[in-house]
T-cell receptor, first 114, second 111 residues
Framework: DAGVTQSPTHLIKTRGQQVTLRCSPKSGHDTVSWYQQALGQGPQFIFQYYEEEERQRGNFPDRFSGHQFPNYSSELNVNALLLGDSALYLC?????????????FGPGTRLTVT | SQQGEEDPQALSIQEGENATMNCSYKTSINNLQWYRQNSGRGLVHLILIRSNEREKHSGRLRVTLDTSKKSSSLLITASRAADTASYFCATASYNNNDMRFGAGTRLTVKP
């Protein structure tokens, strides 16, 4: 049983460019959450997708957008990249249980913006 | 914004010793979870404790929760070099689906 997978592992982009990160949830999970983790900090919640819709959003600008596909996989898109977007981006999947779920994390995508 | 704060920020112990990490949070919670992260990679779920529970065990891990003080502790007994990692607490509230993480405690276990 495959766990949560993310691609790519590493990515280097230039300021102003756009990036797309991908996530496949653990088998049987239908909910995907995305987090941004800056160096030396804890993960910060970006948003969560369920039934192909954004269910909840953290304090991130509209430059951050996402999508969930019918097979529950998800994408995170970031437009107009800033140097401050450099971080580890984590995807987590879970069953649809409101507010009390155990999340399974992928290995993350390390994004470097130069 | 981050919900909780872990204390201490860093902890260094010898193999075989116990390690205790603390977490404080600010708002009412449904549950509190502890995660481990090795070398800036993905997080591994360790244990979940619900707001109506006071203590929970899993192998060498013991977690306590004091909702009146809005705090939790994670005890790792008989630590091993392989326990070297960053440990994060995360809270889930009743009316929000996002999880709030603290900044973590970096644990180093020396062989």
């Amino acid at each position: 049983d495959a766990g949560v997978t993310q691609s790519p592992t590493h990515l280097i982009k230039t300021r102003g460019q756009q990036v797309t990160l991908r996530c496949s949830p653990k088998s049987g999970h239908d909910t995907v959450s995305w987090y941004q983790q800056a160096l030396g900090q804890g993960p910060q919640f970006i948003f969560q997708y369920y039934e192909e819709e954004e269910r909840q959003r953290g304090n991130f600008p509209d430059r951050f957008s996402g999508h969930q596909f019918p097979n529950y996989s998800s994408e995170l898109n970031v437009n107009a990249l800033l140097l401050g977007d450099s971080a580890l981006y984590l995807c987590a999947s879970s069953w649809n249980t409101w507010g009390s779920y155990e999340q399974y994390f992928g290995p993350g995508t390390r994004l470097t913006v130069t | 914004s981050q919900q909780g704060e872990e204390d201490p920020q860093a902890l260094s112990i010898q193999e075989g010793e116990n390690a205790t990490m603390n977490c404080s949070y600010k708002t009412s919670i449904n549950n509190l979870q502890w995660y481990r992260q090795n070398s800036g990679r993905g997080l591994v779920h360790l244990i979940l404790i619900r707001s109506n529970e006071r203590e929970k065990h899993s192998g060498r891990l013991r977690v306590t929760l004091d909702t009146s003080k809005k705090s939790s502790s994670l005890l790792i007994t008989a630590s091993r070099a392989a326990d070297t990692a960053s440990y994060f607490c995360a809270t889930a509230s009743y009316n929000n689906n996002d999880m709030r993480f603290g900044a973590g405690t970096r644990l180093t276990v020396k062989p």
